[in-house]
């Protein structure tokens, strides 16, 4: 039976970019953390296409059981929701598309990015698209009609169920990370304390927007270092966190070479930290370094939105030149620093005015910061957070 009933959504920016995967490839994968809008974005973008969850367990059985048989009652075009739960169905796909070669005639969604990844690099490379779906963009948010303070932005974070309404932000991520905890860790890693595993969550949290040193961690959570190294694997493997590597190319100076931690949800991170109101963010030791990790993924988001590589990098040297956020593009490096701050100055763009005379290859240096925007060609402009989306979509 073919669903024809479509959900409502906001409107996602990468769906451009998915309807064009789909035209390109016989097989669309879209990726992402769970709850990010993944099952709501492909049935709105593929209304005519059948649609199976493979989380339901009666589903999933039926497709181990006779993975044959279920495609053919499942013919294409389909929506395969979770694919990751019947790994064996690709290379049915795969002999299917094979012998069809058409355009757009599955698409595939799942939440768990290293068994996803193993399974279509063994069955479906060269026969797949694949889009990565991040929580909404404030730039999203914003073409909804729904805008929010700075402080509100970081504690709510931008899960697309808090836009429905009827639901608190704290209840929201406090069943979250008991569900990733109890179920995805589980799936992901032989995860035998529980209790370890979440206090080094809570630490990463306290850690966003600096530089990671896991052996630090090690003696605070009680655990080897390497144990960190694969439960960290697993936080990035499952969209809880990412890491932004450090740019060093070119650069003669010692550099740091090792990434800053973000968490994917930065409502997620305030909340791991204890925060419940706004006006407890903005009082809060790490208002800058939450800030921070918001910008950082609305740059990302909108990467990923527009079928670019992310190309996203942070500067670092041994004589304390930073610079909060990079964008390589070809040669270009464009420099942002990130403040939270809603008054511009010249103390905030020292990092980004020393890395453009440090090298040749910076490109209109900014700051993203709360103030309004102030574009300037004499000295690094002040961007407004909520409008970085627009600005980084501007560079290729």
Known sequence: MRSTKKPKMIRRDIGRHVLALAKGYPVVTVTGPRQSGKTTLVRMLFPAFDYVNLEIPDVRAEALRDPRGFLLRHAAPVILDEIQHAPMLLSYIQADVDEAQRKGMYVLTGSHQPELQAAITQSLAGRTGLAELLPLSIAEWKSAGMSKPRDQWILEGFMPRLAEGGIEATQLYRDYFRTYVERDARQLINLRDLHAFETFVRLLAGRVGQVLNLSALAGDVGVSSVTLRQWLTALEASYVVTLLKPYYRNFGKRLVKS??????????????????????????????????????????????????????????????????????????????????????????????????????????????????????????????????????????
Do not use: C, W
Not at 304 to 322: I, T, V
Not at 346 to 375: C, H, M, Q, W
């Open 259 to 396: 990434p800053k931690v973000y968490f994917i949800e930065t409502g997620l991170a305030a909340y791991l930290l204890g925060l419940r109101t706004v006006e407890q963010v903005g009082r809060d030791p790490l208002l800058g370094n939450l800030f921070e990790n918001m910008v950082v993924m609305e740059a990302l988001k909108t990467r990923l939105n527009a079928g670019k590589d992310p190309d996203l990098h942070f500067f670092r040297d041994s004589q304390g030149l930073e610079v909060d956020l990079l964008l390589a593009s070809g040669r270009d490096l464009f420099p942002f620093e990130i403040k939270a701050a809603f008054t511009p100055g010249d103390n905030l763009f020292r990092g980004v005015r020393r890395f453009a005379e440090l090298s040749k290859e910076a490109k209109r240096p900014a700051v993203i910061y709360a103030g309004r925007t102030i574009l300037s060609e004499t000295v690094p402009s002040f961007i407004n957070f909520e409008t970085v989306g627009k600005r980084l979509a501007e560079i290729e």
